[in-house]
């Protein structure tokens, strides 16, 4: 199912079989858009060895979620009815699944970059507000469109990774 935790359990898995032992001395940086937007933070908060090597996440478009999330699931439920196979999984995972509580997503303690554009009706500024409150070291960039964001978000990126990543990466 293509539910938020379990596709945590699932980037978790892929981080530790591609580093093997190295996984916990590797420092990552966990970049998400739309669902993984959702799964990165997820992965971060629920699973304590994976969390000890993130030095930070970039989350762009996070989806709706916590109260706005439950709205968006009967949305999300009458679209995978008009769909099939992976697509029908997808949609129907994503009606059944929200992002932790809050006070567990609070235990990111990781510089997190947000970005987002505004009028996204699936990936609303309202999200990236949420995240903000709950996150103690987010950073948020928001942008009024599409065009906007081809030179914004990579910008956001860079200055982000030299700014608050980059100097965590070299100095473990």
């Known amino acids: 199912m293509f ?3 379990a596709l945590a359990a699932d980037l978790v898995a892929v981080a530790a079989a591609q580093l ?3 996984l916990l001395d590797t ?3 966990v970049v998400g858009d739309s669902m993984g937007a959702a799964t990165a933070p997820t992965a971060t908060a629920l699973e ?3 969390r000890e090597t993130v030095r930070g996440l970039v989350l762009m478009r996070p989806p709706n979620i916590w109260e706005a999330r439950e709205k968006w699931k ?5 679209a995978a009815r008009r769909r099939e196979g992976r697509l029908q999984a997808v949609f129907l995972g994503s009606s059944e699944t929200n992002l932790p509580p809050r ?3 609070a ?3 990781v510089p997190v970059l947000l970005l987002g ?3 996204d009706k699936v990936h609303p500024v309202e999200s990236i507000e949420k995240l903000a409150e709950v996150l103690p070291h987010s950073t948020s960039v928001v942008v009024n469109s599409w065009e906007e964001a081809q030179t914004e978000f990579p910008a956001a990126i860079a200055a982000f990774y030299r700014e608050s990543i980059g100097n965590a990466v070299s100095t473990r």
């Open 103 to 105: 006070e567990i997503i």
């Open 20 to 22: 093997g032992d190295a």
């Open 74 to 78: 009967k949305v999300m439920a009458a």
């Open 27 to 29: 420092p990552l940086v």
């Open 117 to 119: 554009v505004r009028g």
């Open 48 to 50: 304590p060895g994976f």
């Open 3 to 5: 539910h938020w935790d």
């Open 107 to 109: 235990q990111v303690d």
